[in-house]
């Protein structure tokens, strides 16, 4: 199936796959194009070794996190996520 997905995508754009891997997180396949390799040579990051899909999960985790508190609810006393501060009332 993702063969397809890796055929679309290079037959209607420039890109070219120079490797894929499976992602450590979900399993799934994942490809690495030629563009994407450029840039991360030029920036000296590490090729990932988890899928697109699980990096923005996890920076959008980071961001919603950073602005959400976790504290007791003022009228059941259970642990909630909230975006008031604990001391909240």
Not at 11 to 24: F, L, V
Not at 47 to 56: E, L, S
């Amino acid at each position: 199936m993702m063969n397809k997905y890796f055929d679309l995508i290079t037959q209607n754009t420039d890109a070219s796959i120079i490797s894929t891997g499976n992602c450590k997180h979900c399993n799934n396949e994942f490809a690495l194009y030629d563009v994407e390799k450029q840039v991360l040579d030029k920036q000296g990051f590490k090729y990932p070794d988890i899928c697109a899909t699980c990096r923005f999960r996890m920076l959008y985790s980071y961001l919603n996190d950073r602005h959400l508190y976790h504290r007791k609810d003022s009228l059941s006393g259970e642990s909630v996520v909230s975006i008031y501060s604990p001391d909240y009332n």
